[in-house]
């Protein structure tokens, strides 16, 4: 009975230590995804800052740049919108 007790209580202690290094573990993967976010948020500022700079001072080219890009993804609906009207009558 005595064994009993003395594998139970080195299964106790391994589980217990087992779940202190997993605590652990989830801390780190915590703290680095709160600094990658964070640094992930200064790159979309620095990002849009950059954007906002560069429409203030190309106010014409930057409409046109939009405008282009609006009707290239405008086709490729079109086109995959025809694409599937096209194979389904078959």
Known sequence: ????????DST??????ALDRASATM???????????A?????????ARRGSGYVTEHPLKSALIAAAV?????GVIIALRHREERDSWF
């Open 12 to 17: 106790r202690k391994m589980a217990a230590d």
């Open 1 to 8: 009975m005595n064994d009993m007790h003395a594998t139970l």
């Open 70 to 74: 609006g009707a290239a993804i405008a």
């Open 39 to 47: 640094m992930a948020r200064g790159y979309m500022g620095d990002y």
């Open 27 to 37: 801390k780190d993967l915590r703290s680095g995804m709160s600094d990658r976010a």
